[in-house]
């Protein structure tokens, strides 16, 4: 796995929607804001739902590397 100098990383592959979206949320309450966490999730519904959805909740989300079935994201965690 690629290293972004995240603080914590999840591969949520394979994980329906919304589990996911829960599961980085989750994980993002328990770091301190500016915190960084790494997320590697499936195309399609998995993309098109949790990115923005992050990004509604006040956190910055910069996508790391693409790939035909996958991406992995670093999401910096907004204000609480």
């Keep these: 796995m690629e290293s972004s100098g995240a603080d914590q990383s999840l591969d ?3 994980t329906p929607c919304p589990v996911n ?3 980085c949320r989750l994980a993002l309450e328990t770091l301190p804001c500016g915190a960084q966490l790494q997320v590697t ?3 399609g519904e998995p993309e098109a739902m949790v990115l923005p959805g ?3 909740d006040g956190h910055a989300v910069s ?3 693409n ?3 996958w991406l ?3 999401v910096t965690r907004g204000p609480a």
Excluded: C, N, S, Y
Aim: hydrophobic share 50%; no cysteine; glycine share 4%.
């Design 72 to 74: 992995r994201i670093v």
């Design 21 to 23: 979206f829960i599961r």
């Design 12 to 14: 949520l592959r394979g």
């Design 67 to 69: 790939d035909a079935d």
């Design 41 to 43: 999730l499936d195309r």
């Design 63 to 65: 996508v790391l590397h």
């Design 54 to 56: 992050l990004q509604q």
